[in-house]
């Protein structure tokens, strides 16, 4: 009997204990499909998040105001959306290139991701050039060719641009106006940035300005001096421009902040006023230099004193050498450690940006579709080899970068004005005028090419008649490389800096 009574209350049993383990399946599973939605959304939040961050490089632009939202078009749903915050505060990105830190957030139903980058953005090319003529491989200047750099010992500092238009009396101006500053209308501002520094015949001496704005061709300028009864700008008096304009300078590390400091080379000498000295770094950036100055180093720096860059004629990470009537002007430097050992250090430092970039804003054509022709200070990558040779010759300005070999034999009768960058050998000869700045790679590996960088494959050549004009073959013109800087300034370059990516 006890036997029959067992086997009824051991069915009960395994019944309620089967139902615990379905009511517990059963509420597993609802767990987890409540889970899986929830994991799907903020999954998907996360990959428009990263969607964004993906995204942001081709929505800045330099001096432009940044981007609040990013979308996303989707062809079988709605369109989706995420939003840029900037916790540094940034509205615009900086003219002068600098970092931004971005953070992007996403939401898709009921999920939510918040990713958080920073990146790198460049403006325009920095055209860091320390000669007029720069080369990895070793340097020959040969025939009755002349490379030119630019007098030191003469330089102001200053490039003539522009004339004033109309009368001025800065005394009177003052008068009405307590901060000083006034308006200036002159016959072409182009070249005049925000934030530089100016120097204008005022009662027939030079005197020295900031810009505050630009309208057009009028300029709002500050005098940064106490302007008198003769300080009268008459129409047609000279307006000139200091490239690297000194803004602040701190004695303790010896750095001076500049409106600009593209252009500048680590071991380059530079004069400010009476000092001189070499430069130890540069901050494109923040638009400073650190300088290790000769003798007594200065206490102080005025506002707006100009920087003067030393150009030599040639400098090389090789030997340079000269026969016949070949002549380098101004200095050389040989075996410099201004000029990089690597390829790819030489193209960012001029450029401000790697190769692979460069190639994605400016694709090669090929060199059988060049004719040799460059207009209106536009940026032209061929790839290489290039002849200009026979019918085809280097005309225009602008700035020409040729990946590959690149053979010179002569310019149209106005010459070439620009910058010509050589991702290969370079070999000019013939009648041919360069004004601005020529910089060569050579091939990528010197080794190959002998321990003094000899052998026939790994050279520049700067051979054949004089040319034209006056000056040389090739001549450094300091208005040629600042014109480039500021036409290429809408160039941006963006670029996000390794390990800063974060989920937040």
């Given at each position: 009997?006890?036997?029959?009574?067992?086997?009824?209350?051991?069915?009960?049993?395994?019944?309620?204990?089967?139902?615990?383990?379905?009511?517990?399946?059963?509420?597993?599973?609802?767990?987890?499909?409540?889970?899986?939605?929830?994991?799907?959304?903020?999954?998907?939040?996360?990959?428009?998040?990263?969607?964004?961050?993906?995204?942001?490089?081709?929505?800045?632009?330099?001096?432009?105001?940044?981007?609040?939202?990013?979308?996303?078009?989707?062809?079988?749903?709605?369109?989706?959306?995420?939003?840029?915050?900037?916790?540094?505060?940034?509205?615009?990105?900086?003219?002068?290139?600098?970092?931004?830190?971005?953070?992007?957030?996403?939401?898709?139903?009921?999920?939510?991701?918040?990713?958080?980058?920073?990146?790198?953005?460049?403006?325009?090319?920095?055209?860091?050039?320390?000669?007029?003529?720069?080369?990895?491989?070793?340097?020959?200047?040969?025939?009755?060719?002349?490379?030119?750099?630019?007098?030191?010992?003469?330089?102001?500092?200053?490039?003539?641009?522009?004339?004033?238009?109309?009368?001025?009396?800065?005394?009177?101006?003052?008068?009405?106006?307590?901060?000083?500053?006034?308006?200036?209308?002159?016959?072409?501002?182009?070249?005049?940035?925000?934030?530089?520094?100016?120097?204008i015949t005022t009662g027939g001496e030079p005197k020295t300005y900031r810009v505050e704005r630009k309208d057009g061709n009028t300029l709002t300028l500050t005098p940064l001096f106490q302007p008198g009864l003769a300080d009268i700008i008459l129409p047609g008096a000279n307006v000139e421009l200091a490239p690297y304009g000194v803004k602040a300078y701190d004695p303790d590390d010896r750095t001076l902040t500049l409106n600009d400091a593209r252009g500048l080379v680590v071991g380059q000498k530079v004069r400010v006023g009476s000092y001189q000295g070499v430069v130890e770094r540069v901050n494109v950036e923040r638009g400073?230099?650190?300088?290790?100055?000769?003798?007594?180093?200065?206490?102080?720096?005025?506002?707006?004193?100009?920087?003067?860059?030393?150009?030599?004629?040639?400098?090389?990470?090789?030997?340079?050498?000269?026969?016949?009537?070949?002549?380098?002007?101004?200095?050389?430097?040989?075996?410099?450690?201004?000029?990089?050992?690597?390829?790819?250090?030489?193209?960012?430092?001029?450029?401000?940006?790697?190769?692979?970039?460069?190639?994605?804003?400016?694709?090669?054509?090929?060199?059988?579709?060049?004719?040799?022709?460059?207009?209106?200070?536009?940026?032209?990558?061929?790839?290489?080899?290039?002849?200009?040779?026979?019918?085809?010759?280097?005309?225009?300005?602008?700035?020409?970068?040729?990946?590959?070999?690149?053979?010179?034999?002569?310019?149209?009768?106005?010459?070439?004005?620009?910058?010509?960058?050589?991702?290969?050998?370079?070999?000019?000869?013939?009648?041919?005028?360069?004004?601005?700045?020529?910089?060569?790679?050579?091939?990528?590996?010197?080794?190959?090419?002998?321990?003094?960088?000899?052998?026939?494959?790994?050279?520049?050549?700067?051979?054949?008649?004089?040319?034209?004009?006056?000056?040389?073959?090739?001549?450094?013109?300091?208005?040629?490389?600042?014109?480039?800087?500021?036409?290429?300034?809408?160039?941006?370059?963006?670029?996000?800096?390794?390990?800063?990516?974060?989920?937040?």
């Amino acid at each position: 009997m006890r036997k029959g009574i067992a086997t009824p209350i051991t069915l009960v049993v395994l019944m309620v204990v089967f139902t615990s383990l379905l009511a517990a399946t059963s509420y597993m599973a609802l767990s987890t499909l409540r889970g899986g939605a929830s994991e799907r959304s903020a999954y998907q939040a996360f990959t428009l998040a990263e969607s964004a961050l993906e995204a942001f490089p081709l929505l800045v632009r330099c001096g432009g105001s940044l981007p609040s939202a990013y979308t996303l078009s989707v062809s079988s749903g709605p369109t989706l959306s995420a939003t840029y915050s900037y916790p540094d505060g940034q509205t615009t990105a900086p003219p002068s290139g600098g970092s931004i830190k971005v953070r992007a957030v996403a939401q898709h139903g009921g999920g939510k991701a918040t990713l958080e980058q920073t990146f790198q953005v460049r403006c325009g090319i920095t055209g860091a050039v320390p000669a007029a003529l720069t080369s990895r491989p070793r340097v020959e200047v040969s025939g009755n060719a002349r490379v030119v750099g630019f007098d030191f010992a003469s330089d102001s500092g200053y490039l003539s641009l522009t004339r004033a238009s109309l009368t001025q009396n800065l005394n009177l101006l003052s008068a009405l106006n307590p901060n000083n500053t006034f308006s200036l209308s002159v016959d072409d501002a182009t070249l005049i940035p925000t934030g530089s520094y100016l120097r204008i015949t005022t009662g027939g001496e030079p005197k020295t300005y900031r810009v505050e704005r630009k309208d057009g061709n009028t300029l709002t300028l500050t005098p940064l001096f106490q302007p008198g009864l003769a300080d009268i700008i008459l129409p047609g008096a000279n307006v000139e421009l200091a490239p690297y304009g000194v803004k602040a300078y701190d004695p303790d590390d010896r750095t001076l902040t500049l409106n600009d400091a593209r252009g500048l080379v680590v071991g380059q000498k530079v004069r400010v006023g009476s000092y001189q000295g070499v430069v130890e770094r540069v901050n494109v950036e923040r638009g400073q230099v650190t300088v290790s100055w000769e003798g007594t180093p200065p206490t102080s720096i005025p506002e707006g004193t100009p920087l003067v860059a030393q150009v030599l004629g040639a400098a090389s990470s090789r030997t340079i050498d000269t026969s016949g009537g070949g002549q380098i002007l101004y200095g050389s430097a040989p075996q410099s450690p201004m000029v990089p050992t690597s390829p790819n250090d030489l193209f960012q430092r001029v450029f401000g940006m790697s190769k692979e970039e460069f190639r994605r804003l400016y694709p090669p054509v090929s060199a059988s579709s060049f004719g040799g022709a460059l207009q209106d200070w536009e940026i032209k990558s061929v790839q290489g080899p290039l002849n200009l040779t026979g019918n085809k010759v280097l005309c225009g300005r602008g700035i020409l970068v040729v990946f590959g070999e690149l053979t010179v034999n002569g310019t149209c009768p106005q010459g070439f004005q620009g910058l010509v960058y050589v991702a290969g050998d370079y070999d000019q000869q013939g009648n041919a005028d360069l004004r601005g700045a020529v910089v060569v790679e050579g091939v990528a590996n010197l080794e190959g090419c002998g321990p003094q960088g000899g052998g026939d494959d790994c050279w520049t050549n700067i051979a054949g008649t004089q040319g034209r004009q006056a000056g040389g073959k090739i001549e450094y013109d300091p208005l040629v490389l600042y014109r480039l800087r500021v036409a290429s300034q809408g160039i941006t370059s963006v670029s996000p800096v390794s390990g800063t990516w974060r989920r937040l």
